[in-house]
Structures are given as structure tokens and as C-alpha cells.
């Protein structure tokens, strides 16, 4: 079976797929979309420059994920 990792490009059911972009023991979240925030909304909350939309994939569904390639970081597209 195989294991999801950070930085990894997956495809999921329901037409998902994007950059896996957070791990833990229980779920992975797979970054579908991402959009600089508008100026009123990074003024707010510097910490992070961008929206993202984030979907959760459990580990009793990692087996339904296809492996399409990795990237050595966030900064490579």
C-alpha cells in the first residue's frame, strides 16, 4: 500500500487531487487550490501569505490514492 509523504502530487476519488500538505498518524490534507490573499485579509493575519483549500484524507483511505510524482519543496511547482 502505498504511504502518502509531504510534497507528494496524488490523485484521490471524487476528482481530487493536489500536493499532500500535511501528515500525521491519522489523515493527510491534500492542497487542491491556492490563492494570494486580498490586502484587507493579509493585513488581518500575516502569518500566511495565501487561502488555501485543504481536503482530509483519512488512513483507512490512503489506499484509494494514486502517486503521481514528488517535489523537494513547497517553493517548486
Known amino acids: 500500500m502505498y504511504e502518502p509523504q509531504v510534497n ?14 500535511f501528515k500525521c498518524k491519522e489523515y493527510i490534507t ?22 488555501r483549500l485543504l481536503v ?8 484509494e490514492l494514486t502517486y503521481i510524482r514528488s517535489r523537494e519543496s513547497v517553493h517548486e511547482q
Open 30 to 51: 491534500i492542497e487542491m487550490n491556492v490563492k494570494p490573499k486580498d490586502d484587507d485579509n493579509y493585513r488581518a493575519s500575516r502569518i500566511h501569505a495565501n487561502d
Open 8 to 21: 507528494d502530487y496524488v490523485k484521490w476519488r471524487f476528482n481530487v487531487q493536489g500536493w499532500v500538505y
Open 56 to 63: 482530509l484524507c483519512y488512513v483507512n483511505q490512503w489506499k
